[in-house]
Structure formats: structure tokens, C-alpha cells
């Protein structure tokens, strides 16, 4: 629609020459619907919406109704609309998540059934982690992250690996001191920020390019009811060698 597509010419700071600027009204309310949404997982009515997004209703009405239409939103109990998992399943198969999860999966099976603990994979995602797969633990105990969470990068495990083993940022004195050892050691574990009485550890997984991919995680719970087979340290160097056989999927170095 013509009315919906305006330009604007802006100047680019890099080469000191005029930028010129689209803007699509309605595709940027979708994306902001879909944004908002997604911290409010149980959901919103259209009321709500428009007014977490200071619109009328009738500016935001026609744009759920197409998403609803393409299974992008989906309408549940008191007319709440919810992002559907189509938006994980396209993020999945438009970037290298989907890779990364098929060769991962059997791996992390292995794992879990070796060390009778959960684990899964983080992926960094701007100034967060982001659970992009995970495997229960085979025991009638566990725990587990689910798919889709954020994780902080500075505060968990998962999160100093993605930090001390890709691109360099802006941390704090502390951090920077944190992730010098954990790459001095090639891993981190630590207690967990989250759960009392759970190490977290977690290990890189490198792509083909060399570069980091993700970081391979286990929250190793420990049990008390004599049935535990694996101990903190054998868990770790299971870990490691799974992460190796991923990153040596991804055609990476196995390290």
C-alpha cells in the first residue's frame, strides 16, 4: 500500500552523504505486536495491545487479524492473543539455529543419558542468550530451561562462555575478569545465579569458520538419594567431549 510507505533522508554519519530511509507503518506495528507479546506469555487482549502500544484499537485491529489469519497470533481463553511457535519454526529455518539443532540433538541425547542430567544449547541474541534446544534428563529428576528463554550474558554460565569466546563488548571490570579465566580454561563453571545447589557449566561449540556458535550446557543437580552414578567431574569432561562432537559436526575444530 502506497499510504503505508514513507522515506526519509537522513544523513550517514560514515560517509557524510544523505541515507535514505523507508518506513511501513503497518509492518512496523506488526513487528512491535509481535515484540510486545513476546514478554507477556500469557498473553493480551486487543485493548491491551493498542494501549501498551499508544494506539487507537482501530489501528492496531486489521494488523492482528492478518497475523491471526497467517498463524502468527493465536487467540486463546478471554480473547488473549499469543505468539504462536510458527515464529520460532521460521527463525529456526531462516538462520543457522536449524543446523546447529539438527547436529546437536543426537549429541546432547548422549549426553544426557550418560550423565543423568538435562542440558541445552544457548545461542547469543544481541545483549541476551537465548535456549534454542535442550534434552530432559533420563532420571525421574531434573532441571531443565525451557526453549525460547533469555538468559543474562554476565550473570550465567552459558552467557560468560558466549561473552569470553565471541565477539568482544563492552563488560564490566568484574565480568572481564571472569571471562579471562574462563578462557584460560576453556570453560566455565559456576554456581548457579538462579537455583541453590545446582553448578552450572558449560562449554563453546565452534562453527566451520572457526568462530563461536553457541554454548553447551548442563545445570548438574546434585542428588542425594545415593542413586547419582556420575559426579560433578566426569559430568564436566562428558560435556567437553560433547561439544566437541558438535562443533566437529558443524565442521569445526574438535577441540
Same mark, same amino acid.
Given at each position: 500500500?502506497?499510504?503505508? %510507505?514513507?522515506?526519509?533522508?537522513?544523513?550517514?554519519?560514515?560517509?557524510?552523504?544523505?541515507?535514505?530511509?523507508?518506513?511501513?507503518?503497518?509492518?512496523?506495528?506488526?513487528?512491535?505486536?509481535?515484540?510486545?507479546?513476546?514478554?507477556?506469555?500469557?498473553?493480551?487482549?486487543?485493548?491491551?495491545?493498542?494501549?501498551?502500544?499508544?494506539?487507537? %484499537?482501530?489501528?492496531?485491529?486489521?494488523?492482528?487479524?492478518?497475523?491471526?489469519?497467517?498463524?502468527?497470533?493465536?487467540?486463546?481463553?478471554?480473547?488473549?492473543?499469543?505468539?504462536?511457535?510458527?515464529?520460532?519454526?521460521?527463525?529456526?529455518?531462516?538462520?543457522?539455529?536449524?543446523?546447529?539443532?539438527?547436529?546437536?540433538?543426537?549429541?546432547?541425547?548422549?549426553?544426557?543419558?550418560? %550423565?543423568?542430567?538435562?542440558?541445552?544449547?544457548?545461542?547469543?541474541?544481541?545483549?541476551?542468550?537465548?535456549? %534454542?534446544?535442550?534434552?530432559?534428563?533420563?532420571?525421574?529428576?531434573?532441571?531443565?530451561?525451557?526453549?525460547?528463554?533469555?538468559?543474562?550474558?554476565?550473570?550465567?554460565?552459558?552467557?560468560?562462555?558466549?561473552?569470553?569466546?565471541?565477539?568482544?563488548?563492552?563488560?564490566?571490570?568484574?565480568?572481564?575478569?571472569?571471562?579471562?579465566?574462563?578462557?584460560?580454561?576453556?570453560?566455565?563453571?559456576?554456581?548457579?545465579?538462579?537455583?541453590?545447589?545446582?553448578?552450572?557449566?558449560?562449554?563453546?561449540?565452534?562453527?566451520?569458520?572457526?568462530?563461536?556458535?553457541?554454548?553447551?550446557?548442563?545445570?548438574?543437580?546434585?542428588?542425594?538419594?545415593?542413586?547419582?552414578?556420575?559426579?560433578?567431574?566426569?559430568?564436566?569432561?562428558?560435556?567437553?567431549?560433547?561439544?566437541?562432537?558438535?562443533?566437529?559436526?558443524?565442521?569445526?575444530?574438535?577441540?
Amino acid at each position: 500500500m502506497a499510504q503505508d %510507505i514513507e522515506t526519509d533522508d537522513s544523513t550517514n554519519e560514515d560517509t557524510a552523504g544523505p541515507r535514505r530511509v523507508y518506513s511501513a507503518p503497518a509492518l512496523e506495528k506488526g513487528f512491535n505486536v509481535i515484540e510486545l507479546l513476546a514478554d507477556t506469555p500469557h498473553g493480551l487482549t486487543i485493548s491491551e495491545i493498542a494501549s501498551r502500544l499508544s494506539l487507537s %484499537i482501530s489501528e492496531i485491529f486489521r494488523v492482528i487479524m492478518v497475523m491471526e489469519r497467517r498463524a502468527w497470533l493465536r487467540k486463546g481463553p478471554g480473547d488473549r492473543f499469543r505468539v504462536t511457535p510458527k515464529v520460532l519454526d521460521l527463525a529456526f529455518r531462516a538462520t543457522p539455529a536449524e543446523e546447529l539443532s539438527v547436529v546437536a540433538s543426537p549429541v546432547m541425547h548422549d549426553l544426557a543419558q550418560r %550423565i543423568g542430567q538435562s542440558c541445552h544449547l544457548v545461542v547469543r541474541n544481541e545483549d541476551q542468550g537465548l535456549v %534454542i534446544l535442550r534434552q530432559e534428563s533420563p532420571g525421574p529428576t531434573g532441571l531443565s530451561v525451557r526453549i525460547g528463554a533469555s538468559l543474562s550474558l554476565e550473570k550465567s554460565s552459558s552467557g560468560h562462555v558466549l561473552l569470553a569466546f565471541g565477539p568482544e563488548g563492552k563488560v564490566t571490570a568484574k565480568t572481564e575478569a571472569q571471562l579471562k579465566a574462563v578462557r584460560a580454561q576453556g570453560y566455565e563453571m559456576m554456581d548457579s545465579a538462579r537455583t541453590l545447589g545446582v553448578t552450572d557449566i558449560s562449554y563453546p561449540v565452534f562453527g566451520f569458520d572457526g568462530h563461536l556458535a553457541a554454548a553447551l550446557t548442563v545445570p548438574f543437580l546434585k542428588l542425594i538419594d545415593g542413586t547419582q552414578t556420575v559426579d560433578r567431574d566426569e559430568a564436566r569432561d562428558h560435556l567437553a567431549r560433547a561439544a566437541a562432537r558438535i562443533s566437529a559436526g558443524l565442521g569445526g575444530p574438535e577441540k
